[in-house]
T-cell receptor, first 113, second 114 residues
């Protein structure tokens, strides 16, 4: 079983829809959870960062972590065509100055006008 | 402030040729990383450098070497390129490499090995 599982999609939604993106993980040592957004032919950029169970909101984006179920989600409200990108979840184990960031494979999202 | 820059943007090699991918950051970050991204495989860490003068292997180091030239620059070398090394290569940097640290990525180098 891979440490991080993410449905690659593709996911296609109409403009204004609520989008739900998900990852599951198997390593209970993961403590820090991130969502990166990657536009076509660009490098990933950090979108959301959380280290505890519960919700974290930033504008139209909400990151949710359920450590008991080893499940994280990213919700996008009022989705826009500019949200069309690949979304990568990433996780890391806490502690120390060197760490390993483990990525999901990414979900390709298209928001249609 | 350019962030993380990578050169070249594109490269085509023949099997057995060598090349060096260059990466530089202007954010005064201590830690730097090299990843490869392949369809269906996601991002995988090749090597990282926690600080100037140190390098460590990541998940897929075979066939690669790295040099942390100074605090700003971290290069990735393919000594004898193979078709399996066809990929998109990303360099990233972070301030400390600590638990709450954020990695910033460059735009990538698209490498094809024939």
């Amino acid at each position: 079983q891979k440490e991080v599982e993410q449905d690659p999609g593709p996911l296609s939604v109409p403009e204004g829809a609520i989008v739900s993106l998900n990852c599951t993980y198997s390593n209970s040592a993961f403590q820090y959870f991130m969502w990166y957004r990657q536009y076509s032919r660009k490098g990933p950029e950090l979108l959301m960062y959380t280290y505890s169970s519960g919700n974290k909101e930033d504008g139209r984006f909400t990151a949710q972590v359920d450590k008991s179920s080893k499940y994280i989600s990213l919700f996008i409200r009022d989705s826009q065509p500019s949200d069309s990108a690949t979304y990568l979840c990433a996780m890391k184990v806490g502690g120390g100055s060197n760490y390993k960031l483990t990525f999901g494979k990414g979900t390709l999202l298209t928001v249609n006008p | 402030n350019a962030g993380v820059t990578q050169t070249p943007k594109f490269q085509v090699l023949k099997t057995g040729q060598s090349m060096t991918l260059q990466c530089a950051q202007d954010m005064n970050h201590n830690s730097m990383y090299w990843y490869r991204q392949d369809p269906g495989m996601g991002l995988r860490l090749i090597y990282y450098s926690a600080s100037e003068g140190t390098t460590d292997k990541g998940e897929v180091p075979n066939g690669y070497n790295v040099s942390r030239l100074n605090k700003r620059e971290f290069s990735l070398r393919l000594e004898s390129a193979a078709p399996s090394q066809t990929s998109v290569y990303f360099c990233a940097s972070s301030l400390t490499g600590g638990t709450t640290d954020t990695q910033y990525f460059g735009p990538g180098t698209r490498l094809t090995v024939l």
